[in-house]
């Protein structure tokens, strides 16, 4: 299936790892010319030198904080106009409301709550300037599960969900699409990190992990093109009348409900 995204530009934020890295060589490979950001410039600096050696693209890194003052309107200025723009970026703490103090609160959702906000504000603005657009807002599914485990991330993600839905359910008027993908657990160095805490606090041993991998769907996490791949089909034309629409890939974990 041919998505006419050759030549496009996208801007993919938290790009130095997992779902964002994985996501640049996928549109790599469909010839979108890539800005790239992240904190870590080792890691950005290795991605763009893979990527230019096996794909005819242009591409730009751009490493930085996005919670530091004026980051986004800064990266904007470095990057300007671009067709795509997919916010990634962002870890937010997990654990019980006891346990998350306000500080790691705040600050896991200054740069993905407050970040993924701050960049659509800019470009939005710049897309209805040129006349259209695409935003993609990778959230979580722990927007749809309400795991008091992870209390500061359901709850952020939630927020985004609604925030996606309310920009996109009319941006198809500016001639712009902004929906949401919500991953479940995927095959990452972070659901690892989070399977170990959790089999610490429930089986006692982190070692035991593995056994948590028992009640996920097909006894696995997503395989990174599971999501990857979605994002860039709805990037393209041929997902032309999406918009402020949330997209699930979790194996079913979020339509698990039960009346018992």
């Known amino acids: 299936m041919d998505l006419k995204l050759g030549g496009r530009t996208a801007l993919v934020t938290g790009a130095s790892q997992g779902i964002g890295e994985s996501l640049a060589r996928s549109f790599a490979s469909e010839g979108v010319h890539l800005h790239l950001t992240a904190r870590n410039a080792e890691s950005l600096e290795r991605i763009k030198e893979e990527l230019r050696s096996s794909n005819d693209i242009q591409v730009h890194i751009h490493p930085l904080d996005l919670t530091e003052k004026g980051a986004c309107e800064r990266l904007s200025a470095a990057v300007g106009d671009i067709d ?112 170990k805490k959790r089999s610490a606090d429930v089986l006692g041993d982190e070692g035991r992990y593995t056994e948590l991998l028992k009640t996920y769907p097909l006894k696995r996490p997503a395989h990174m093109h599971e999501v990857t791949d979605l994002i860039v089909f709805l990037a393209s034309y041929r997902a032309g009348y999406s918009s402020g629409a949330i997209y699930t890939v979790d194996g079913g974990i979020s339509s698990r409900r039960s009346i018992i």
């Open 84 to 195: 795509i723009l997919v916010n990634n970026a962002g870890v937010i703490p997990s654990g019980l409301l006891s346990e998350i103090h306000e500080k790691a609160w705040r600050d896991g959702w200054e740069l993905k709550v407050m970040g993924y906000i701050n960049l659509c504000r800019i470009y939005y603005e710049r897309m209805k300037r040129n006349g259209s657009g695409v935003i993609i807002n990778n959230i979580g599914n722990s927007g749809e599960v309400f795991d008091p485990k992870y209390i500061a991330g359901t709850t952020g993600n939630a927020g985004l969900m609604a925030f996606t839905r309310a920009l996109g359910g009319h941006s198809l008027n500016d001639n712009i699409r902004v929906m949401g993908v919500n991953p479940g657990p995927v095959d990452t160095d972070r659901i690892y990190n989070m399977l």
